[in-house]
């Protein structure tokens, strides 16, 4: 069971997760409040109270890593001539918003009315990339193509210091 004072710092820490300032505003000394905001994020009560607030807001908007995924592959995978063309004139037609497919409108990041006519924004699909490869683990490098590349690099390093050796020494007996 959390005394009152926790039960606030949890509501507290779920607006910004910022400990410290959560101590604060839950009514701990300011002076200290770094660390008791520390020491309760480590009580196990507080945290897992933290962990049941956080899960129930998830579920509260169904939020699912899937969906999220499934956005960023949407906007990385965006193609602008589903929802642009340009006629022979050489002017652009923009699809009417409520005819463009789901992924075109997560792919727009913003549409305004600009001096010239609409100003259309959308989002970062280079990042969109990024994400998608990070999440996949595609930027980095296993564990075992580490210790080989290791493995390699001491061995060129091995066989350059044994032709120096041999350079050096064979230069000291001709002398």
């Given at each position: 069971m959390l005394t009152p004072k926790q039960k606030l710092f949890v509501q507290e820490y779920l607006l910004d997760q910022n400990a410290a300032?959560?101590?604060?505003?839950?009514?701990?000394?300011?002076?200290?409040?770094?660390?008791?905001?520390?020491?309760?994020?480590?009580?196990?009560?507080?945290?897992?109270?933290?962990?049941f607030a956080m899960?129930?807001?998830?579920?509260?908007?169904?939020?699912?890593?899937?969906?999220?995924?499934?956005?960023?592959?949407?906007?990385?995978?965006?193609?602008?001539?589903s929802v642009i063309t340009i006629n022979d004139d050489n002017q652009l037609k923009i699809l009417s918003f409520?005819?463009?497919?789901?992924?075109?409108?997560?792919?727009?990041?913003?549409?305004?009315?600009?001096k010239h006519g609409l100003n259309i924004q959308f989002h970062d699909k280079l990042e969109a990339l990024k994400l998608l490869g990070e999440h996949f683990g595609m930027?980095?490098?296993?564990?075992?193509?580490?210790?080989?590349?290791?493995?390699?690099?001491?061995?060129?390093?091995?066989?350059?210091?044994?032709?120096?050796l041999q350079v050096r020494l064979g230069q000291s007996e001709t002398k």
């Open positions: 300032a959560a101590a604060r505003r839950a009514g701990y000394s300011s002076k200290n409040s770094d660390k008791i905001g520390h020491q309760l994020l480590g009580k196990t009560r507080v945290s897992e109270e933290i962990k899960k129930n807001r998830v579920d509260q908007i169904d939020l699912k890593s899937e969906t999220i995924l499934k956005a960023v592959v949407s906007i990385a995978f965006f193609d602008i001539s409520n005819k463009m497919d789901k992924n075109s409108q997560t792919a727009i990041k913003s549409i305004s009315q600009g930027w980095t490098k296993s564990k075992q193509s580490l210790h080989e590349e290791q493995s390699k690099n001491r061995l060129l390093a091995i066989e350059r210091l044994q032709k120096y």
